[in-house]
């Protein structure tokens, strides 16, 4: 079940914040992991290391959001990511976020929260699917 009734504009507008949120997230994994775009900061980045598993959840996780596929498990995951990363990098710096720098990181962690409460709305994958579902009897038990 998505969004409760939801004017057409409404959803289309979350579906537009939803992709471009995904895509933004996809932007950060494939900055670290496939060096695209470049950013020396990750040059030699190891895989195996927290800043590497947070590009592989950006990566494959902005992805899924971005098409609206397994949306709700994606975004819970990257909201618990980015609660993990306030409070492990910016927290420690001050209270504020305006001065910690953690402004990113709690407003993802909140947008994705509510992307894995409300699901991917229309034009996504998971929408498609479901409709597609609804319409074939043999998935849904309905006899002919």
Do not use: W
């Not at 933004?24 to 494939?30: A, I, K, P, Q, Y």
Request: charge should be negative.
């Amino acid at each position: 079940m998505d969004l409760p009734v939801m004017k057409s504009a409404d959803s289309y507008a979350f579906a537009v914040l939803r992709i471009v949120s995904g895509l933004l997230f996809l932007e950060h994994g494939s900055a670290k992991l496939l060096g695209f775009p470049h950013s020396p900061a990750y040059d030699h980045l190891n895989v195996v290391s927290l800043t590497g598993a947070s590009g592989l959840i950006e990566l494959i996780g902005g992805g899924l959001v971005a098409v609206g596929f397994g949306t709700r498990i994606a975004a819970f995951i990257m909201s618990g990511e980015m609660a993990f990363a306030y409070f492990m990098s910016h927290a420690q710096r001050g209270f504020f976020p305006a001065l910690n720098g953690g402004d990113a990181a709690i407003l993802y962690c909140f947008l994705f929260l509510y992307f894995a409460a409300a699901g991917a709305g229309p034009l996504s994958l998971d929408h498609a699917l479901r409709r597609e579902r609804v319409r074939t009897p043999e998935l849904t038990g309905v006899a002919d």
